[in-house]
């Protein structure tokens, strides 16, 4: 165990004092299909050993390449397929032991949504909270409350298939929480919309958060997980290659850049910031800025102008450029998720 | 790893038949509803039997003389039957498609998540198949009456009660088969090769009282024959037929099983 405060890593088998009791705690979760291909039936590994801890009242990402396992592991979380090995624990409730249970507190949103285009979004959301076991007026109720939350009152009584895209995905997610689980899923909430529906959707995500739920989703849109959620796995070939908040990961990887365009000759910097214990490299690209690698560039930056200012090397600006997703991405898989 | 999936005692809809009766009532009453707000489906389904039923019937006196029919009404309690098993049995067989559907669109997918038995999201749809079917059956049968057509009230209950078995049978089959099958693309000629044959050899156009006798041999083994023959009796009034309670017993003997088939398939093939 590290001794950070936050949860820096999946599996947190003894937690400490402080750190809360996990939403949901999965450990060794597989999954494999036997795919036929000319006659001939291989085994493909879909989750090949995933274990991850959510804690309460987190947004986690699930970050990674259309087939890396994402929306096979949040199935198998939503008790729609049985894992073939591993365990997890969900909102106190075990996966596998007690299925039942775990859909009582859960929500979970399909990637494509599943509503019927020839009823309203009023009548799935009666029909979906009284499925959960709700009578007939506590199932309006809901709905009304839904239709509300979700700004879709003005559409309420129309067709389904007569809503836009962001609408649509807004009645899924009202059908996904009318009753209000503890722990909600939500498969690539955001895939297809346009970037008003998305900021829109991060909101309304955000604001499920605030009324208390543990929202887990998975995304292949790096802004999405950067901007949105708390933590992040990225996952690659049934596989999580690394796991942590946004900034911890890029910071993992390679820590920060600040470059620096200098008045004079470069060589007394370089020959002076390469001394210093917080710069771990120094690059000097042809024609270009000063360019020095540290690990974290808030400390970093005060103490690079104090050196350069007390050696009296004359410079015109400084700029932090911190890594992205995609380089941890690129650093971990050896692809580029923008390319995959 | 220690096996942790424990086998419950008792199936859900046993432990809590309050629980599994109403929620097939949720699922029927849903798909009820979106078939009242597609009506153009209705439409489809009985154009082609009131079809047969207005430009089959100036033959049906001359051709059903040779099976005893004397009068129009005669023809037309030979004929109706038939007409009903075909719209049932063929209708009812169709039934997978609409489930691989809504498996592709998601709404099955959306219900899982949910506590909800398994067997009651198939037997609620299976039963709206049925309930769609039988008032177009009824429909036929009101229609069939200006021609001449004269049934008896109880016979025709019992009859409709054949039909019932009969749509729940097929679409039980038929789900059973698009979960193994899951290609619609696949499933369309699969099943109409399947239910060609069983149609005919049902003597759903004209009895097989006409056939040779090895088409009566093969035709005994086809669970249908004996429930068109069953309807056939109840049209005629003749409740106390042998044939009646052998059809609804075969019936109910194939129905049960191929019901706990299906939902067996469905709660485990589906994913």
Same mark, same amino acid.
């Given at each position: 165990?590290?001794?950070?405060a936050?949860p820096?890593t999946?599996?947190?088998?003894?937690?400490?004092?402080?750190?809360?009791?996990?939403?949901?705690?999965?450990?060794?979760?597989?999954?494999?299909?036997a795919?036929?291909h000319?006659?001939?039936?291989?085994?493909?590994e879909?989750?090949?050993?995933?274990?991850?801890s959510?804690?309460?009242?987190?947004?986690?990402?699930?970050?990674?390449?259309?087939?890396?396992g994402?929306t096979?592991t949040?199935?198998?979380?939503?008790?729609? &397929?049985?894992?073939?090995?591993?365990?997890?624990?969900?909102?106190?409730?075990?996966?596998r032991?007690?299925?039942?249970?775990?859909?009582?507190?859960i929500?979970y949103?399909?990637?494509?949504?599943?509503? *019927?285009?020839?009823?309203?979004?009023?009548e799935?959301?009666?029909?979906?909270?009284?499925?959960?076991?709700?009578?007939?007026?506590?199932?309006?109720?809901?709905?009304?409350?839904?239709l509300?939350a979700?700004?879709?009152s003005?559409?309420?009584?129309? $067709?389904?298939?007569t809503?836009?895209?962001?609408?649509?995905?807004?009645?899924?997610?009202?059908?996904g929480?009318?009753?209000?689980?503890?722990?909600?899923?939500?498969?690539?909430?955001?895939?297809?919309?346009?970037?008003?529906?998305?900021?829109r959707?991060?909101?309304?995500?955000?604001?499920?958060?605030e009324?208390?739920?543990? *929202?887990?989703?998975?995304?292949?849109y790096?802004?999405?997980?950067?901007?949105?959620?708390?933590?992040i796995?990225?996952?690659?070939?049934?596989?999580?290659?690394?796991?942590?908040?946004?900034?911890?990961?890029?910071?993992?990887?390679?820590?920060?850049?600040?470059?620096?365009?200098l008045?004079?000759?470069?060589?007394?910097?370089?020959?002076?910031?390469?001394e210093m214990s917080?710069?771990?490299?120094?690059?000097?690209?042809?024609?270009?800025?000063?360019?020095? /690698?540290?690990?974290?560039?808030?400390?970093?930056?005060?103490?690079?102008?104090?050196?350069?200012?007390?050696?009296?090397?004359?410079?015109?600006? &400084?700029?932090?450029?911190?890594?992205? +997703?995609?380089?941890v991405?690129?650093?971990?898989?050896?692809?580029?998720?923008?390319?995959? | 790893?220690?096996a942790?999936?424990?086998?419950?005692?008792?199936?859900?809809?046993?432990a809590n038949?309050?629980?599994?009766?109403?929620?097939?009532?949720l699922v029927?009453?849903?798909?009820?509803?979106?078939?009242?707000?597609?009506?153009?489906? !209705?439409?489809?389904?009985?154009?082609?039997?009131?079809?047969?039923?207005?430009?089959?019937?100036?033959?049906?006196?001359?051709?059903?003389a040779?099976?005893?029919?004397?009068?129009?009404?005669?023809? /037309?309690?030979?004929?109706v039957?038939?007409? !009903?098993?075909i719209?049932?049995?063929?209708?009812?067989l169709?039934?997978g498609?609409?489930?691989?559907?809504?498996?592709?669109?998601?709404? &099955?997918?959306?219900?899982?998540v949910?506590?909800?038995?398994?067997?009651?999201?198939?037997?609620?749809?299976?039963?709206?198949?049925?309930?769609?079917?039988?008032?177009?059956?009824?429909?036929?049968?009101?229609?069939a009456?200006?021609?001449?057509?004269?049934?008896?009230?109880?016979?025709?209950?019992?009859?409709?009660?054949?039909l019932v078995?009969?749509?729940?049978?097929?679409?039980?089959?038929?789900?059973? &088969?698009?979960?193994?099958v899951? $290609?619609?693309?696949a499933?369309?000629?699969?099943?109409?090769?399947?239910?060609?044959?069983?149609?005919?050899?049902?003597g759903?156009?004209l009895?097989?009282?006409?056939?040779?006798?090895w088409?009566?041999?093969?035709?005994n083994?086809?669970p249908?024959?004996?429930?068109? $023959?069953?309807t056939?009796? +109840?049209?005629?009034?003749?409740?106390?037929?042998a044939?009646?309670?052998?059809?609804?017993?075969?019936?109910?003997?194939?129905?049960?099983?191929?019901?706990?088939w299906?939902?067996?398939?469905?709660?485990?093939?589906?994913?």
């Amino acid at each position: 165990m590290t001794s950070t405060a936050e949860p820096v890593t999946g599996r947190a088998e003894q937690p400490e004092a402080k750190a809360p009791e996990p939403m949901i705690s999965v450990s060794g979760l597989r999954k494999s299909y036997a795919v036929k291909h000319k006659r001939k039936t291989t085994s493909v590994e879909a989750v090949r050993g995933i274990d991850l801890s959510v804690f309460p009242g987190e947004i986690f990402g699930f970050l990674g390449p259309n087939g890396a396992g994402k929306t096979t592991t949040l199935r198998m979380l939503a008790t729609l &397929i049985t894992p073939d090995d591993g365990t997890a624990v969900i909102a106190g409730a075990d996966l596998r032991r007690r299925p039942a249970e775990v859909r009582r507190r859960i929500g979970y949103v399909a990637q494509g949504g599943g509503t *019927v285009d020839e009823v309203t979004a009023r009548e799935e959301l009666v029909l979906q909270a009284r499925m959960y076991g709700f009578g007939r007026a506590e199932a309006e109720r809901r709905a009304e409350a839904a239709l509300a939350a979700f700004d879709l009152s003005e559409y309420a009584d129309r $067709n389904c298939n007569t809503y836009s895209g962001g609408q649509r995905r807004r009645v899924d997610i009202a059908l996904g929480v009318i009753h209000d689980p503890v722990v909600l899923f939500l498969d690539e909430p955001t895939a297809s919309l346009d970037p008003q529906s998305r900021a829109r959707m991060w909101d309304e995500v955000r604001r499920l958060r605030e009324r208390g739920m543990t *929202v887990f989703i998975t995304t292949h849109y790096l802004e999405e997980a950067d901007a949105l959620c708390d933590r992040i796995a990225i996952i690659d070939h049934g596989e999580v290659v690394s796991l942590g908040t946004p900034d911890q990961l890029k910071r993992e990887i390679s820590g920060d850049v600040v470059s620096v365009g200098l008045a004079g000759p470069a060589e007394p910097a370089v020959a002076l910031l390469s001394e210093m214990s917080y710069v771990t490299k120094v690059e000097t690209p042809e024609g270009e800025d000063l360019r020095l /690698y540290v690990s974290d560039a808030g400390t970093a930056i005060p103490q690079i102008l104090r050196s350069l200012d007390a050696a009296g090397i004359e410079f015109d600006k &400084i700029e932090l450029q911190r890594p992205s +997703l995609d380089d941890v991405f690129l650093a971990k898989t050896g692809r580029s998720l923008r390319e995959s | 790893m220690t096996a942790v999936l424990g086998a419950p005692a008792l199936p859900a809809q046993v432990a809590n038949p309050m629980k599994f009766v109403r929620e097939t009532w949720l699922v029927f009453q849903r798909q009820m509803l979106i078939v009242k707000r597609t009506p153009i489906r !209705l439409v489809i389904g009985i154009a082609q039997p009131v079809a047969y039923l207005l430009l089959f019937a100036p033959l049906l006196k001359p051709a059903l003389a040779t099976v005893g029919a004397r009068t129009t009404a005669d023809a /037309y309690r030979i004929y109706v039957p038939g007409l !009903l098993v075909i719209l049932v049995l063929l209708s009812a067989l169709f039934a997978g498609f609409g489930l691989l559907a809504e498996l592709r669109a998601g709404i &099955i997918e959306r219900a899982r998540v949910t506590p909800v038995s398994r067997f009651a999201l198939l037997l609620g749809r299976a039963l709206s198949e049925v309930a769609t079917l039988i008032g177009q059956a009824l429909l036929i049968t009101v229609l069939a009456i200006p021609f001449g057509l004269t049934v008896r009230i109880v016979p025709l209950l019992v009859a409709y009660v054949m039909l019932v078995l009969m749509g729940l049978l097929a679409a039980s089959l038929s789900y059973g &088969i698009a979960l193994l099958v899951k $290609n619609p693309a696949a499933l369309g000629p699969l099943i109409n090769t399947v239910a060609q044959p069983v149609a005919l050899l049902s003597g759903v156009l004209l009895p097989l009282t006409l056939a040779p006798g090895w088409l009566r041999a093969v035709a005994n083994w086809n669970p249908f024959y004996w429930a068109t $023959n069953g309807t056939r009796a +109840l049209f005629g009034g003749h409740l106390g037929d042998a044939s009646v309670w052998k059809g609804l017993l075969l019936l109910l003997v194939l129905t049960v099983p191929a019901m706990w088939w299906s939902a067996r398939l469905f709660s485990r093939r589906v994913r």
